[in-house]
């Protein structure tokens, strides 16, 4: 195989000029916490509730049994942590300031996109700068807006559910987004409402060293059913950018969720987000997942499955390059009986990338009939490339059956051979062969993210086979 | 330094530089023992193992007064086998420098108390298995060294038995095997209350298949480590167990220095009663072992409801033109099968059993036929 040296990835290498309204500066203390709630009107519970969030922060530990060397080098001083153009949303699309709109098009984000777009939150820097909510859905009695507003006029609904599927002191990274989340969806979804349109937010960021705390909460009630797509795409900058998200999804009695995220940040970009569902009776959560960006990703997307025959199911796509870190996998904790689960993962490790998968799986203690299966395949372009597989299975009881598998191949350069005797160039045949690999997951996303993907993988291989 | 008086310039400096180089590594390993502690839950090698329980207690007997009293014999050995004497520098040195899964601080207290155990220098194909025997009825901290010479057929069988409730041992392995040689070990361990080992294969070239047997100990942990230096080498390990009330942690690593060479694992284990077994595996190809075929597999049979298993198979690959696997499966028996015997009019407990020891047969059959 050709062992060129990787290029620089310049995609998305563009910046706009800052121009903020609130900037709470470097590092995070009470003071930054107080000029938070300060800039957002939030009320004194929360205050305490963030600071006491801050306190918990700064007592853990960085996670020892379940994170890369690579956490270590994070220095939370160096980042800010709260950036806005003011608390108030955009309602329409000519209320977008101008430099914005410029980025979203840059990015290929078409305006007309719009219309087939059920509801756009689009998250630029920490607050939701733009909201536009079919009258369709409102008539339906969804509530889609950001977390702010969510936390503001529907506290009733908010308040009961938030910190309960991932609490602060879940682990050090909860604690720091508890202490300084903005922005984010919140979502509720009434009994038996089925929405047909996926629900959609795009998460931007603009500014150096800035940090995305986004905080996302979808309740589906009884019997309903959503999917929710969330794509990033990041301006390249010089020093590392922090994003700590956390997503909480509750699915109740016979409800679906699926989630599908694309993240595609530049690489100096910290993105550790923690992602967490509660199933409950007869519920599904699905976590669709695609990692293509950021110098250093830990997302294991969980599913606890706390009802009788609920469903958790994680597919997982990485991709990476020279530089990048990709450290995903999934969780699925099994806390009732005839529980199922399912997760599949695969990994592209390009250059002198490296793509990790690390997993749990735990059947509780006493649960009968749960099953799991896990499958994780990981593919190697060039010699230096790097893969690892980490998975924790813990099975308790003699009633539940659960299978873990993992391969490690590379294109098969006969392959290779035959296509580009046929005319195609390396690089297309590499890029046909990745596409191939990835082919039956990439099915799962939503068509024009799939599309996006394709496109996607056709650039890095560009970028990687001389 | 002393050297021979026949010795070129060009033989001397190499010589010397070896021993330098050894220096270093003995002095790293010193800095190893003296920075590590005593295996906590911060230790992640020792993630289910619960640390605080049995290392603690492990580490108590090593630094208390106890002396280490124990049994060693051998038999069919003929002149290969040589008791381990506390002065023997070399083989001490062999000892620092032998890697563990987590246990450094461990290894250092056992050094302490070196100078127990045998070493078997194999340099003719052995016949009949070369059988060694460790018992105890207190503390025992014997060490193993085997040697196979090149191009050499051996078979060895260790035994480390406990002869009381209270019997403790932990011991280490270092095992050798030159280019071309071929080696069948087995270790088979039972009765004691804390038993653990450590163990260490160096493949140069040869054949290994190492099958390794815990049985009715109260905690036990099994640390390999199987390390490949040569193109040609082929490591393949087995064990089967049945722990009914026990706590088994079993600890392995395939580490494919070099290319060209394949590794193969496969651990079964059957869990009845409130046994736990937690298998933790890797297998770490380096930069550049390109053409590795390494497999890893980890199955548990569960009889029990309140048995647990921990299964945490690894994989760190960090070369391409590699073919690498791992599969872990964790279930109970399968009704099927089952209802076929209970038609046949076989009871059944008596069922389960067949089907229990069909189920480790094939580990033991996959090693005998290696």
């Known amino acids: 195989m050709d062992e060129t040296p990787f290029q620089m990835d310049t995609r998305g290498a563009f910046s706009m000029p800052e121009n903020h309204k609130f900037d709470a500066g470097y590092g995070l203390t009470e003071e930054t916490i107080d000029y938070i709630c300060d800039a957002k009107g939030e009320p004194d519970w929360l205050r305490q509730f963030r600071k006491d969030a801050l306190k918990k922060f700064n007592e853990m530990p960085m996670p020892y049994h379940w994170a890369p060397e690579g956490i270590r080098n994070v220095d939370f001083e160096n980042f800010r942590y709260y950036l806005s153009h003011g608390a108030t949303p955009s309602r329409s699309w000519d209320e977008v300031p101008d430099d914005m709109k410029r980025t979203f098009e840059r990015l290929g984000v078409p305006e007309q996109e719009r219309a087939f777009l059920a509801g756009v939150d689009a998250q630029y820097d920490s607050e939701t700068a733009y909201t536009n909510m079919r009258e369709e859905l409102q008539k339906q009695g969804v509530i889609f807006v950001n977390s702010t507003e969510g936390l503001k006029e529907y506290e009733h609904i908010f308040r009961p559910w938030f910190g309960k599927v991932i609490p602060v002191g879940d682990n050090k990274f909860s604690a720091l987004n508890h202490a300084a989340f903005s922005g984010g969806s919140f979502i509720y979804v009434p009994k038996g409402v089925k929405l047909t349109q996926p629900l959609q937010a795009y998460f931007r960021i603009n500014s150096e060293s800035m940090g995305q705390f986004e905080r996302t909460l979808i309740i589906a009630d009884e019997g309903a059913e959503l999917m929710y797509m969330e794509g990033c795409t990041a301006p390249q900058y010089d020093s590392a950018t922090l994003h700590s998200g956390v997503v909480e999804l509750v699915a109740l009695k016979g409800a679906k969720i699926q989630y599908v995220t694309v993240q595609n940040w530049s690489t100096n970009v910290y993105n550790l987000v923690i992602q967490r569902g509660l199933a409950m009776e007869d519920a599904e959560i699905r976590w669709i997942d695609c990692n293509l960006g950021s110098g250093l990703t830990m997302k294991y997307p969980a599913v606890v499955l706390q009802g009788r025959r609920a469903r958790g199911e994680v597919v997982s796509i990485s991709l990476a390059h020279s530089g990048q870190l990709q450290d995903t996998g999934a969780r699925m904790i099994h806390a009732a009986p005839e529980t199922t689960s399912n997760i599949v993962a695969k990994s592209i490790s390009i250059g002198e990338g490296r793509a990790s998968y690390r997993g749990e799986v735990k059947v509780l203690k006493g649960m009968k009939g749960c099953r799991n299966n896990t499958e994780c395949d990981a593919l190697l372009i060039n010699p230096a490339s790097r893969t690892d597989t980490y998975p924790a299975i813990t099975v308790n009881g003699n009633a539940s059956a659960v299978q873990h598998e993992a391969s490690v191949s590379q294109v098969d350069e006969e392959m290779l051979f035959y296509l580009q005797q046929r005319g195609l160039t390396r690089a297309q045949a590499m890029s046909l062969a990745v596409n191939g690999f990835i082919n039956d997951l990439v099915k799962e996303f939503p068509m024009e993210y799939s599309v996006e993907l394709r496109r996607l993988i056709d650039l890095e291989m560009e970028d990687s086979i001389g | ?370």
């Not at chain 2, 010479?149 to 050798?176: D, W, Y």
């Not at chain 2, 696997?325 to 038609?343: I, K």
Request: glycine share 6%.
């Open chain 2, 1 to 370: 330094m002393d050297f021979p008086q026949n010795m070129s310039m060009e033989e001397a400096f190499a010589l010397a530089e070896a021993e330098a180089k050894l220096h270093a590594a003995l002095q790293e390993s010193q800095s190893r023992f003296e920075s590590a502690r005593i295996p906590d839950r911060l230790n992640e090698d020792w993630r289910f193992g619960r640390p605080h329980k049995y290392a603690a207690a492990l580490a108590e007997l090593l630094q208390s007064n106890t002396p280490s009293q124990g049994e060693a014999s051998v038999q069919q050995a003929g002149e290969a086998a040589v008791p381990v004497s506390a002065a023997d520098d070399d083989l001490k040195q062999t000892e620092m420098l032998m890697p563990t899964i987590g246990s450094d601080a461990l290894l250092g207290l056992h050094l302490k108390r070196f100078g127990s155990g045998y070493v078997l220098y194999i340099e003719e194909d052995t016949t009949e298995p070369i059988h060694l025997y460790y018992k105890t009825e207190t503390f025992y901290t014997p060490s193993t060294f085997i040697m196979v010479a090149p191009g050499v057929k051996a078979c060895v069988v260790e035994h480390h038995e406990g002869l009381s409730p209270q019997a403790a041992m932990f011991a280490t392995r270092n095992i050798q095997v030159a280019e071309g040689a071929e080696l069948k070990v087995q270790l088979l361990s039972s009765g004691m209350q804390y038993y653990m080992c450590i163990t260490d294969i160096q493949n140069m070239g040869g054949k290994v298949s190492q099958l390794t047997r815990h049985d009715s100990h109260t905690w036990a942990r099994e640390e390999t480590v199987a390390e490949i230096y040569a193109a040609g080498s082929d490591i393949q390990l087995f064990s089967a167990n049945l722990p009914t009330s026990q706590v088994l942690d079993q600890h392995t690593r395939q580490i494919h220095h070099v290319g060209g060479a394949t590794s193969n694992l496969l651990y079964k284990n059957v869990l009845d009663g409130t046994a736990t077994a937690t298998f933790a595996g890797n297998i770490y190809v380096a930069p550049g072992a390109h053409h590795t075929d390494a497999y890893q597999s980890n199955r548990n049979l569960l009889l029990s409801e309140n048995a647990t298993v921990n299964s945490l198979p690894g994989l760190e690959i960090l070369a391409d033109k590699v073919r690498c696997s791992h599969g872990s499966a964790s279930a109970p028996v399968d009704e099927e099968q089952l209802f076929y015997l209970l038609t046949r009019g076989i009871p059944r407990n008596e069922a389960i059993a067949l089907l229990a020891g069909g189920f480790l047969d094939d580990a033991l059959e996959k090693y005998e036929r290696t």
